[in-house]
């Protein structure tokens, strides 16, 4: 991939999330049923993965702001050290571009916007949105890419 992609790919993962949370802001209060497994409701994630942290108060949640500010950060620092050496950050893009695009939530929200909703017979993943695809996506890259490069 071109360096010149990496920015591209960026802006794309960080708009699609902006505008998939302003549609489900605007018409996702209720929840809405796409197909028996697929549904749509806007929560407020006010925690990390799986809203850990989430009802431990206000000071936890600062803190819990903070945590990911700063592993966004080193993570950051991390893949431009990679792409300055030549090698590909696509992972680190992707995860870069949700987890930013979570920061601006927390920052304009109080929480991540939460959305979409996996269900089957009873069982419920919890929820998520665009955001969280691409940055299991990029972890899955950068594991995957990791394992490789050892072979």
Known sequence: MASSWYPLL???IFVLDRLSKWWALAHCTEEVYV???LSYQVTLNHGV???LFAHNGFWVTQC?????????SVLAA??????????????ETLILAGAISNIADRLWYGGVIDFIILSFHGYAWPTFNV???AIVAGVVLMVYCDVSSKD
């Not at 819990?64 to 966004?72: F, L, N």
């Not at 991390?78 to 992972?91: L, S």
């Open 10 to 12: 960026f802006t794309v």
């Open 35 to 37: 197909i028996p497994c």
């Open 49 to 51: 993965s799986w809203s």
């Open 64 to 72: 819990v702001g903070v945590i990911v500010v700063t592993v966004t």
């Open 78 to 91: 991390y893949a431009w050290q990679r792409f300055c050496e030549g090698k590909k950050v696509i992972g």
């Open 131 to 133: 955001a969280d695809i």
